[in-house]
């Protein structure tokens, strides 16, 4: 096979893969259909690699061994279909990363919670004392990690995008917190290709691997069977008791794995929220696998301090309490939003509709939310679907539009919570952009 490279797409997954391939002594080339950041095109020429920005050229595929495709880049692209129409492997960079570390592997995916467990768990490891990257979908991609600061352990979460290009990879521990309805567009309408996608992390676990999943969850618990996997499974669940495994009761979460216990008072948690009791559990059964001990584990889920743009207390303000949930890109993250709050809610949402299903979301709109402020160009099925819930639905084009509309429609004791339920690219470059614009708009209120 030939050693050329040809890398689609150009932010941090494509250009890591491309240091990765250019510091294993490949011969290598990016292209991307937009115009390069800044701050990759400085990578790629410090590091002598070519590339072309502002389309693909399809002839640069002739000759090649292999395809890295971004995460972002749909197979139904026309570039993605030359190449595999033309016998071309079409992988993802995780896939590839894979290849050019020995390192111990937990990789966690999920509809939702995945982000705040896989940072959970990097924070039990460094605690722990083990020399630990974070890569995947959160921070530096995979790929550049291994290039540049290789670790002996990772926790990596890992997109259904991701996990569509893996042919081999495999880790070590899988972690499967929950499907629900998500990036329906990317899959014709069809959840049953969604459900493919996430299952995926467990293609290549072996014997000696071990798989941590949510019993609760419905898809999970009707598409996952021993015969499933050969791995040893560890599933977790609010009201099954799982040994091995994790469960609760009496107000107590208790994890039973390698002969061993810990139990934790649930009001001990640093995260609070039915779904982050889910995501305690299964970071803390990912620690004892690894062998941190139970001090470590315990003081870990009781100190960790969350992450950005998820349910991120901003400010208060004349008695109204602003958060950032800007990482909410679904219904059922929302959900999980909404749920988690115990005053009125002023509801900022909306954005780039994935085949939502708000139905979901009615009960909690009527008990909890007093106005709905959208920020979206397209803002007619949240109309559509909340217009007999709530009595003030009011629109707006700009970030600081929706925090001042947000403002005035809030009461003392009142919250303002940006939770979209949508993606953000109508007005915003991702959802840190949406959240940090929304947290500077309030500062500036």
């Known amino acids: 096979m030939s050693k050329r490279i040809i890398i689609l797409g150009g932010g941090e997954s494509g250009a890591g893969a491309a240091v990765l391939a250019k510091t294993r002594g490949l011969d290598v080339f990016l292209s991307d259909?937009?115009?390069?950041?800044?701050?990759?095109?400085?990578?790629?020429?410090?590091?002598?690699?070519?590339?072309?920005?502002?389309?693909?050229?399809?002839?640069?595929?002739?000759?090649?061994?292999?395809?890295i495709k971004s995460p972002g880049i749909p197979d139904s692209a026309p570039?993605?279909?030359?190449?595999?129409?033309?016998?071309?492997?079409?992988?993802?960079?995780?896939?590839?990363?894979?290849?050019?570390?020995?390192?111990?592997?937990?990789?966690?995916?999920?509809?939702?919670?995945?982000?705040?467990?896989?940072?959970?768990?990097?924070?039990m490891m460094k605690k722990a004392g083990l020399n630990a990257g974070l890569a995947g979908n959160i921070g530096n991609s995979f790929a550049r990690m291994v290039a540049e600061q290789d670790h002996e352990y990772y926790s990596l979460e890992l997109s259904s995008f991701q996990l569509d290009g893996i042919t081999s990879?495999?880790?070590d521990i899988a972690i499967l917190l929950n499907i629900t309805a998500d990036h329906l567009d990317r899959y014709d309408n069809d959840i049953s290709g969604y459900i493919g996608?996430?299952?995926?992390?467990?293609?290549?676990?072996?014997?000696?691997?071990?798989?941590?999943?949510?019993?609760?969850?419905?898809?999970?618990?009707?598409?996952?069977?021993e015969g499933k996997t050969s791995a040893r499974h560890y599933p977790f669940s609010l009201t099954t008791k799982h040994q091995p495994g994790a469960y609760t009761e009496n107000d107590k979460m208790i994890i039973t794995s390698q002969n061993n216990n810990i139990e934790m008072a649930l009001e001990e948690l640093a995260l609070k929220?039915?779904?982050?009791?889910?995501?305690?559990?299964?970071?803390?059964?990912?620690?004892?696998?690894?062998?941190?001990?139970?001090?470590?584990?315990?003081?870990?889920?009781?100190?960790?301090?969350?992450?950005?743009?998820?349910?991120?207390?901003?400010?208060?303000?004349?008695?109204?309490?602003?958060?950032?949930?800007?990482k909410a890109t679904n219904v059922n993250s929302t959900w999980y939003g909404?749920?988690?709050?115990?005053?009125?809610?002023?509801?900022?949402?909306?954005?780039?509709?994935?085949?939502?299903?708000?139905?979901?979301?009615?009960?909690l709109v009527r008990e909890k939310v007093r106005a709905i402020v959208c920020l979206g160009k397209d803002n007619?099925?949240?109309?559509?679907?909340?217009?007999?819930?709530?009595?003030?639905?009011?629109?707006?084009?700009?970030?600081?539009?929706?925090?001042?509309?947000?403002?005035?429609?809030?009461?003392?004791?009142?919250?303002?919570?940006?939770?979209?339920?949508?993606?953000?690219?109508?007005?915003?470059?991702?959802?840190?952009?949406?959240?940090?614009?929304?947290?500077?708009?309030?500062?500036?209120?």
């Open 338 to 363: 909404l749920e988690s709050m115990n005053n009125k809610v002023v509801w900022i949402a909306g954005g780039i509709d994935k085949g939502n299903d708000y139905s979901a979301l009615d009960r």
């Open 169 to 171: 990879f495999k880790p």
């Open 197 to 225: 996608s996430k299952l995926r992390i467990i293609k290549n676990l072996g014997e000696n691997d071990s798989f941590i999943w949510c019993s609760d969850d419905e898809i999970l618990h009707r598409e996952i069977t």
């Open 273 to 326: 929220g039915k779904h982050n009791i889910y995501n305690s559990m299964a970071a803390g059964i990912a620690g004892q696998l690894l062998r941190i001990r139970k001090e470590v584990i315990r003081e870990s889920l009781s100190d960790f301090q969350g992450i950005e743009h998820r349910l991120e207390p901003v400010l208060k303000i004349r008695g109204i309490e602003f958060i950032n949930d800007s």
């Open 380 to 445: 007619s099925k949240i109309i559509n679907a909340f217009s007999g819930a709530v009595s003030t639905i009011v629109e707006s084009s700009s970030m600081q539009e929706a925090v001042r509309s947000a403002y005035y429609l809030a009461n003392n004791g009142d919250t303002v919570l940006l939770s979209p339920a949508c993606a953000s690219f109508d007005f915003f470059e991702n959802y840190e952009d949406r959240g940090r614009q929304f947290k500077n708009c309030v500062r500036n209120l």
């Open 79 to 123: 570039v993605v279909r030359f190449a595999a129409g033309n016998g071309l492997p079409v992988i993802s960079e995780i896939e590839f990363a894979g290849r050019f570390t020995d390192a111990f592997k937990v990789c966690i995916t999920g509809s939702n919670g995945k982000t705040t467990t896989t940072a959970l768990i990097h924070h």
């Open 33 to 67: 259909d937009g115009m390069l950041k800044k701050e990759y095109r400085d990578l790629l020429e410090d590091y002598n690699i070519p590339f072309e920005e502002g389309g693909h050229r399809q002839d640069l595929l002739v000759g090649a061994g292999e395809v």
